[in-house]
């Protein structure tokens, strides 16, 4: 039998976060007796305009073969807070991702996890775990579904439509993506400013984070005084000649990407034209430059069943049919 259970937490910055968890009760106890798969823990979690219905029916799938699984929402998405302050990609990947791994592994004492994202969930999680690189040894394998954070704008006419599509969400505010099709939440401006400009100036620069307060070892995670949100507020440093040497460009996630050695499966869509098109799914994929890591385009001229859409890619019945498998096979090849 399918259970479905929510959690709340609390993340650094006082927004509470759903994290729902997903298991066959059947088959989770009877894994012991089946050769075919390990029982393992997967955390889940979806992109912008979205909740946990991107990522709930490939969750039970899993559970189906018996392993655990922890869908997180975003602040602002699904059951989980809607913020005061405003956020961006950058504000999720610092708290409510920490907030989500220190439940999982400090309250309920996993010892490993395997990941599974869509779109910006993904960055979310690259942003996080450099930020936090002590959870790196602790996550055995990662899925990403159709992410790139800085190669949607390549070539003049993709230029084009992502500066066209910024002037359009300045103006109005926010991405109207209910009336769009696009996904049940609305994004704001601020929310999207960030993404935006990554693909316009094809950089993977923080928001609030100067190169000098992830070096020599020290991040978020060892640091309480990290900034909040938005605000340019600067770590303390621990001495007037610290303040002066200290460099105070933003932090280049990109130049940190290869320190997240987790063999990663990054999955791309043929038909995602403006979101995650193939080749900036690529330029992030060959940015994490690990041999181990494995890239795949789903496509009718790779022989597959579509050329998939940015959302078909992870949720339509073919994704189920022929990629959902192989997401499987992935967690069982790197369980422990």
């Known amino acids: 039998m399918m259970t479905e259970n929510l959690k709340l937490v609390t993340t650094k910055d006082h927004v509470q976060i759903a994290i729902w968890e997903i298991f066959d009760s059947e088959k989770y106890h009877d894994l012991s007796n089946l050769s075919a798969h390990k029982a393992q823990n997967i955390f889940l979690t979806h992109g912008t305009f979205s909740d946990k219905k991107t990522c709930l029916r ?3 799938y ?3 073969l018996g392993h655990h699984c922890y869908i997180m929402e975003w602040r602002g998405h699904g059951a989980s807070e809607i913020p005061k302050d405003k956020f961006n990609f950058e504000t999720i990947a610092t708290y409510d991702f920490d907030a989500t791994f220190r ?4 309250d309920l004492k996993l010892d490993n996890l395997h990941c599974v994202t869509h779109s910006g969930g993904g960055i979310g999680l690259t942003m996080f775990l450099i930020q936090n690189p002590l959870y790196i040894d602790k996550i055995n394998s990662i899925s ?3 992410c790139q954070a800085y190669g949607a704008a390549l070539n003049p006419i993709s230029y084009a439509r992502i500066l066209t599509a910024k002037i359009f969400t300045r103006l109005f505010g926010y991405i109207p993506a209910k009336k769009l099709n696009m996904g049940p939440i609305n994004e704001s401006y601020y929310a999207m400013k960030q993404w935006y400009d990554w693909n316009l100036k094809q950089n993977f620069n923080s928001s609030f984070i100067t190169q000098n307060d992830l070096n020599e070892g020290n991040n978020k995670g060892n640091n309480e005084s990290h900034c909040k949100s938005g605000n340019n507020k600067n770590i303390t440093h621990k001495s007037t000649a610290q ?3 200290a460099n105070t460009e933003p932090f280049d996630y990109r130049q940190h990407m290869p320190k997240i050695t987790t063999p990663i499966y990054a999955i791309s869509a043929k038909g995602d034209k403006l979101i995650s098109p193939t080749r900036g799914c690529q330029l992030l994929f060959n940015d994490f430059n690990n041999p181990a890591n494995v890239f795949r385009e789903y496509s009718l001229s ?3 069943l579509d050329d998939y859409t940015h959302s078909r890619i992870m949720t339509s019945r073919n994704a189920a049919k022929e990629i959902w ?3 499987a096979a992935w967690i069982d090849k790197h369980s422990r």
């Open 62 to 64: 899993l559970a189906t």
């Open 243 to 245: 303040k002066v040497m």
């Open 325 to 327: 498998p192989t997401v």
């Open 302 to 304: 790779n022989g597959d």
């Open 58 to 60: 490939i969750a039970e």
């Open 103 to 106: 439940y999982l592994f400090d």
């Open 144 to 146: 990403m579904f159709a």
